[in-house]
């Protein structure tokens, strides 16, 4: 059924990075951001792959489900491989036909930027997407963003409206799926026609979700309100983030490990 | 404890209001009197039931108390302070829990502790007590074991419970249930309700409870009805139920046993006490004693003959089962009934046993993936089987079906065009839409005159009116009801019930599906029950309720009429039990006496 559909593509395991401290993930994914950035020759990449396969090891995910988080990005990483590869004219030609032409370095550009892609996409899901929950996620940013509130930025409130969010997405979905069914009663169809036909058709099913939405919001209000929200000002958490000697040994350990490319890379250019 | 908040001193009286008025401003411009000079005390620890029509205002002044808003004139004091001082607005507020009507729309946390945390966070309670006071809470409502669990993934009356849960982690004094059972299955209601006395009983809780059932109402310590904004009468439920014609003026319900004693003695003719309506004990004796001493020359009322079941087959369902994922156990499995001619087929099961999977699947909703659902074509005679694609379209002109709540559907800018949006994809012409809109109109109470306006501007019943209306401007022969009057006040819900007896009198076939057992067993010619995706039982009223059937290992309660009329079977053998119309258990109970006393 539909009601099942998940935001973001969490895996459910427990292992050292599920259990890492949301914030120390963020700042992780930082570092990996910048080291990858970074690495830009051959060894300082298969080193970072290296740093992936034991990232992966860490979190107790199979490795295929690692990759399946690549899938809706392989288009994108095509489209780089191929635009840098025909655009870039330096380096010595190894093929050419007509305006078109391949240089070793193009070639070299090409399968760098494109894996370099792939190794970042494959990071964000090790470190975010597959072993952090969005309330988590979202809790992070509200403790990362909390200086923000010194320049005005309603970061509890933020948060807050991610979390909501995050809660209404089964009850909508299941909602869509009853407003379907009610209006195919009545004769609407919605697989057949062309696209403005069927762009036409879901306005049977848009229409009433956004009114019950919209309802559903300032029912909602209501009862925060009765339960005394007042915004962040002295609210308290049931789990607030602790960290505890694990985050920061584990922080220090793989941002070590995030600087592995770079240190090999270097190491090997010294030799 | 955030500091605004004060410690209550020592109070007598939970909310006083004197003289209080609320207005507010509709979309459409129109200033509307919610709350019109009411003036009221609750004692501490009391349970009061607030009784009213639709918009009369009941919402409103529960919403005064708890400070979600505030009397434009008029004093307004909650636990002894005074509500129009600022200094006191935490300290009011965070001693009041309310639970609202919708379970989906007051669920704040992400996972279900999350959700019971919120309000102890909002107040800024610490840990670890924060953390104990959720603990406790879950397990005060019997949900400690779903506190990691998404709230999605309970059902009605455990969201239910999990709101009392998020309520009672704020340590309230006061609980204010806002038609909080009326969305609830009979089983989950009586679990909602004994939790709320075991919470008054442990924590001399004071509770305010808005509800259309008058038989919660009777478990009330006082009854306050409004109309239009105004406080009508606030008494005991003995005191507020023994004014027969103030209660129909109000548009409220008697209890069963209370019409029934209205009905007996408006037969033979006699004037009642008021406190013969006090309870069921004392309406049973007075009944007792309005027969024996009954004149004989009594006009005999004639009962007329329920018109025996057509012959005629329109909708057969053959060895039906379905199960959404294959791993899974079954929704339904091996269903099999027949709805004839100008019947009304009751569908009852509790939540969760089916009944939905059921009806989506009689117009085609849902294909069958073991057996057959077959319609009558009544231009060929033919049946016609929900299981080929190209049949579908027929299928849905034949078979009309009116999921619950159906005002969430309506989607025109106008409910002419709403109304006709059915009729116009079944392929009519322009004018035979025109026709079946203006033929759809009066059979469910609408004129002419809402046409051109915004369904959105519309009251609530009229929503749901407008939405009937768009199924039935297709003009089925066939109807799928699914719990036409929920949430509607007695007199909305009396009259959607008198639009289904008129559409079967015109030769319509309805399969209704109800929880509401005394409505079921009046209206309907069967009954199927459902238990766990299992048909437990599929016949007339009468033959489910006789000691036969095994009713009560299907976890069904007996319609309330029939209990009384049980009691008055000892003194009265010929009382028929099986009579699940008031008025014709009491022509029954009336014209039974006669007969014995002639022979």
Redesign the interface.
Known sequence: ?I?DVSIGRYYQADSVIHRLDPRVKVFLFIVYMVTFFMADTAIAMITAFAVILYLTFLSRIPVMEVLKSVRPIVFIMLFIFVLNLFTIRTGEELWSWGILKITDEGLRRAIMLSFRLFLLILVTGLLLSLTTTP?KLADALESLGAPLKVIHVPVNEMAMTI??A??FI??LV??TD??M?????????YDTGNVFQRAKGY??VL??LF??AF??AE??A?????????GGV???????LRMTKADYLWMVLLTATAFLPILVDLLWKIK | M?DDIKELGDYSQAVVGEDLIFSYTTNTGSDVLAVDHVSFSIKRGEYVAVLGRNGSGKSTLA?LI?L?EYPDEGKLKVFNLSAQDDDNF?TI??H???V?Q?P????????V??DV???????????PE??QR?QKALGYVGLLEKADK???SLSGGQKQKLAIA??LA?QPQILILDESTSMLDPKARDEFLQLVARMRADKNITVIHITHDMHEAFLADRVLVLEHGKMRIFDTPQEVFSQVELITELGLELPKWAELLWEVAALCDVKVEKSAFTSEEKAIEEIGKILRNKKSDLKKSSLSEKTPLSEQIVLKVTGLSHS??KKEQKAISDIGFDLRKGEILAVIGHSGSGKTTLI?HL?G?LRPLEGQVEVLDESTGTMISTAKNSEI?KI?KHV????QY?E????EDTVEKDIM??P???GYSEERCKELLMESLPLVGLSEDVLKRSP?ELSGGQKRRVAFA??LA?NPDVLILDEPAAGLDPVGQREIFGYIQTLKEKGKSIVLVSHDMDKAAMIADRILVLKKGEQAFFGTPRELFSDKTDFVRMRLERPLLMNTMLKLKEEFPYADEFEFDVKRAAISLVNGSEEVSSS
């Open positions: 059924m009601k309330l979390s909501i995050l809660r089964p009850t299941e909602e009853k407003i069914k009610a209006q195919s009663s009545r004769g609407a169809e306005v049977t229409v009433p009114v019950s309802k559903r029912e909602l209501t009862a925060m309100d009765a339960r005394c929200y007042r002295g609210k308290t958490k049931l789990h607030p | 955030a919403k708890n979600l935490w507020r965070s009041c829990g309310m609202f919708n989906d729309n007051q669920i704040v946390g992400t996972t502790e999350e945390a919120f309000g102890p966070e909002n107040l800024s309670v610490p840990l924060l953390a959720v998404q709230p999605s998020g309520v704020m959404y994922d989506s117009n909703i379209k849905r009309g079906l009116l999921f159906p969430h559907q309506l989607f949006f059915g116009k994809k079944m959105f768009g199924v297709m």
